[in-house]
């Protein structure tokens, strides 16, 4: 090959370079945008508790105290067992207050003896005294006499009602129908007046269940308790110690009087049926009322959500690129959270892959994932 051939060869290498590398560039692919994973938001019933410790309570209780002295002389009940209205549950000693019961209805009859004995004699000393046969003096005192037996027929009637009273309280009944405890005296046991305490009676059926709430709650729950509730409304749910729900429902009979101003907080009481005597006075448990956002809400993923200085956002799909809104959110569902402000319930949002993304990125999507509204 000859230094012609030479020359010739190497120009035609240097005008090819530029053509190649233009084809090079005419055949690279563009920039992938960052992967990520997206979920539709949902418009959809969303019904949601807010949980509260509580109490349950007899809506009557009374402790049973004797009101007279004396020895025990009769048991008339099963211990922790129902009892009904004027059921025979005490009796002390009734012997020294018959006596004295029986001893002031005959002072009752002497006294309205001696009264009529001595409405005779004024009757007929007034008819004398207007013939003027019989002396002034006789007569005023007769007229005194009358005086002094209603007197003592009132003193005896009093005396009747406070032996008839003590009497009365040697048996002890039971106020209304209910469950009695363990009694706290036996046989022979001696009673004081108004300090022993021989029992405890509480009503069982219906119960309450009391629990606190805010001040700031008052306005709904006084709503609430306004409101005509079905037979079978879910505004109040009651979770029993071992996690199991209660079958009946409940409503508002009482809201305290007024703000316990150290803590804030005020008391409400519901009421519910407890024929099968699942609930005991005392017993620990919870409450959960229904959310006043609770209905037609947007739904969606909790991990869509950033948040960036006590503010929330998530990213929603437009074309191929991201758009940062901002959202108000409201209580968790579960795996997923309400958005009360923000979203419209069709947009499409990004779940996975947001530590990634800016407004505006651009995007590469995954198969959309079916959001679990559970």
Avoid: W
């Avoid at 005779?120 to 002396?135: H, P």
């Avoid at 009132?154 to 209910?178: C, H, Q, R, V």
């Avoid at 960036?308 to 579960?334: C, H, M, T």
């Avoid at 949002?349 to 990634?356: E, L, M």
Wanted: aromatic share 8%.
């Amino acid at each position: 090959m000859n230094k012609l051939s030479y020359i010739l060869i190497y120009f035609s290498i240097v005008l090819c370079l530029p053509a190649c590398k233009e084809n090079a560039s005419d055949k690279k692919t563009p920039a992938a945008g960052i992967p990520v994973t997206t979920a539709n938001a949902s418009l959809t019933k969303a019904v949601f508790y807010n949980s509260y410790p509580a109490n349950v309570v007899a809506l009557k209780e009374v402790e049973l105290r004797g009101q007279v002295s004396g020895y025990i002389t009769g048991i008339y009940f099963t211990e922790g067992k129902e009892v009904h209205t004027g059921k025979k549950l005490y009796e002390i000693d009734r012997r020294k207050y018959e006596a004295t019961y029986k001893e002031a209805q005959s002072n009752v009859k002497i006294a309205e003896g001696n009264l009529e004995r001595a409405q005779r004699d004024a009757k007929r000393y007034t008819d004398l005294a207007t013939q003027d046969a019989v002396a002034k003096q006789l007569l005023d005192n007769s007229l005194t006499d009358l005086t002094n037996a209603k007197q003592q027929v009132d003193a005896a009637n009093s005396e009747l009602i406070k032996a008839k009273t003590d009497f009365d309280y040697s048996l002890i009944y039971a106020p209304f129908n209910g469950t009695i405890g363990f009694s706290n005296v036996k046989l022979g046991a001696l009673v004081t007046p108004g300090q022993t305490l021989l029992n405890t009676v509480s009503s069982d059926d219906p119960i309450g269940v009391d629990f606190e709430i805010s001040q700031n709650e008052l306005g709904r729950f006084r709503q609430i308790a306004g409101a005509e509730l079905s037979k079978n409304d879910s505004t109040f749910k009651i979770v029993l110690p071992n996690n199991t729900t209660y079958p009946f429902p409940g409503k508002i009979s009482v809201i305290d009087r007024a703000v316990d101003p150290q803590t804030g907080t005020i008391r409400v009481r519901v009421t519910v049926p407890n024929l099968e005597r699942t609930l005991a006075s005392g017993m620990s448990c919870k409450i959960l009322v229904m959310n006043e956002y609770a209905g037609k809400q947007v739904v969606i993923p909790f991990q869509a959500v950033q948040e960036q200085l006590s503010e929330y956002f998530v990213y929603i799909v437009k074309d191929k690129n991201v758009q940062q809104i901002k959202v108000a959110l409201g209580p968790r569902v579960n795996t997923n959270v309400v958005v009360l402000k923000g979203l419209k319930g069709d947009e499409t949002i990004v779940i996975d892959g947001i530590q990634k993304l800016h407004d505006g990125s651009g995007i590469s999507i995954a198969q959309p994932q079916k959001q679990n509204n559970n």
